[in-house]
Every structure is written in structure tokens, then in C-alpha cells.
T-cell receptor, first 110, second 114 residues
Framework: SQQGEEDPQALSIQEGENATMNCSYK?????LQWYRQNSGRGLVHLIL?????REKHSGRLRVTLDTSKKSSSLLITASRAADTASYFC??????????FGRGTSLIVHP | DGGITQSPKYLFRKEGQNVTLSCEQN?????MYWYRQDPGQGLRLIYY???????QKGDIAEGYSVSREKKESFPLTVTSAQKNPTAFYLC?????????????FGPGTRLTVL
């Protein structure tokens, strides 16, 4: 099964700054999803981008997808302390079963 | 109040014992999944079920067993054959495993082997 790899593994920023995290994958996909996990909790879906889309927005989130480079990025603008969490990408290929990498651990300092 | 529930939240087990983790959903979803998460690691797929009375092994099924007798329930048994069961276990569901649907996750069960 396909797995996304997030980069960086850890990111520490100040409140108000933007946070960018990247995801790479290896084979063709139907879509790519981003999830968030607060410490000790389940994952929460943030946004889905389909393989024929290049950019998608949802509130302070902006996701891009470059299928030629097999990569995606998640940008959180004007970050808040409450954005502190781990973020996972989940590329979905032919099996339609999302698989998850190690995630990016984001800490936003007040 | 719809969603996925997992119980218990914390579970302690002695070595050599089997334990069963509960996962229930009232979302009428066809597909259900079990993942294991170790500290600082991603989620690894243990088992998944796309329809009642059918389930498939994921990437790390050894030492685990599941059943899917009802659409809303997908319990996971961690057997004594699982060598290192201490981990955080997450259950998820989605409406239709043959489409690109969002997965909905439960709150997780943290299993510790004493």
C-alpha cells in the first residue's frame, strides 16, 4: 500500500507565522487527503485534493498538489497556538485505502 | 449524536492475555479499519473490512484478529501472539471503501502491556 512521507518531521513557529509542511509519495494517486491529530486523540480530516486539482483552500488552509513531482504541501496561514498538532498526509491510490506516514509535528508558540 | 466510539480509552494487559478492543459506529458506514500507532510513528494498518462478514489483513495483521458480524461493530482482539502490543489503537470508518471518501476516526484506545 502507498504511504506518504511528510517533511519536516517537526516544525516550531511563533503564533501569527505561516506553517508549511510537505508530503511526497511514490505512485499515482486518485486523491490526497490531509489529517490532523491532537496529542492522544484520533485523526480529523482537514482537506481532500483530487488528482486533477492543483490547489485547494479551506479557511486558513491551502493545499497544493503536483502530480508530476508526486508531492503536496499544506500551508497554514496566521497560525495559532491551537494549531499545535501532528499533521498527516494520506495519498489514496487504486486500493482506496488511505495510508499514513509519520506526520509533521507542529508546535505553535503563543 | 453520530460518530465512532472506542472503548476502553485505556487498557492494561498482562503478558500472555488476549484483550479485545471495541469499535462501534452509528454512521451507517460500510468500511471499517484498525490502525496501530507507536510513539512518533505513523499509522499502520492492521485489518480492514469493506462489508459485513468480510475482512482483509493489512500490513501488520500478525498477532491480531477481528470480526465483522454487524455493520456497526468491528472489534479487534490483540492475542498473546502479538510480541509488542503496547501502542495506541485507532479505529476508522468510511461510507464506501470503493470510493474516495474521508475517513472518520474514533478517539483511540491506549493499550499497555504490564
Amino acid at each position: 500500500s502507498q504511504q506518504g512521507e511528510e517533511d519536516p518531521q517537526a516544525l516550531s513557529i511563533q503564533e501569527g507565522e505561516n506553517a508549511t509542511m510537505n508530503c511526497s509519495y511514490k505512485t499515482s494517486i486518485n486523491n490526497l487527503q490531509w489529517y490532523r491529530q491532537n496529542s492522544g486523540r484520533g485523526l480529523v480530516h482537514l482537506i481532500l485534493i483530487r488528482s486533477n486539482e492543483r490547489e485547494k483552500h479551506s479557511g486558513r488552509l491551502r493545499v497544493t498538489l503536483d502530480t508530476s513531482k508526486k508531492s503536496s504541501s499544506l500551508l497554514i496561514t496566521a497560525s495559532r497556538a491551537a494549531d499545535t498538532a501532528s499533521y498527516f498526509c494520506a495519498p489514496q491510490g487504486g486500493s482506496y485505502i488511505p495510508t499514513f506516514g509519520r506526520g509533521t509535528s507542529l508546535i505553535v508558540h503563543p | 449524536d453520530g460518530g465512532i466510539t472506542q472503548s476502553p480509552k485505556y487498557l492494561f494487559r498482562k503478558e500472555g492475555q488476549n484483550v479485545t478492543l471495541s469499535c462501534e459506529q452509528n454512521l451507517n458506514h460500510d468500511a471499517m479499519y484498525w490502525y496501530r500507532q507507536d510513539p512518533g510513528q505513523g499509522l499502520r494498518l492492521i485489518y480492514y473490512s469493506q462489508i459485513v462478514n468480510d475482512f482483509q489483513k493489512g500490513d501488520i495483521a500478525e498477532g491480531y484478529s477481528v470480526s465483522r458480524e454487524k455493520k456497526e461493530s468491528f472489534p479487534l482482539t490483540v492475542t498473546s501472539a502479538q510480541k509488542n502490543p503496547t501502542a495506541f489503537y485507532l479505529c476508522a470508518s468510511n461510507p464506501d471503501s470503493y470510493s474516495t471518501d474521508t475517513q472518520y476516526f474514533g478517539p483511540g484506545t491506549r493499550l499497555t502491556v504490564l
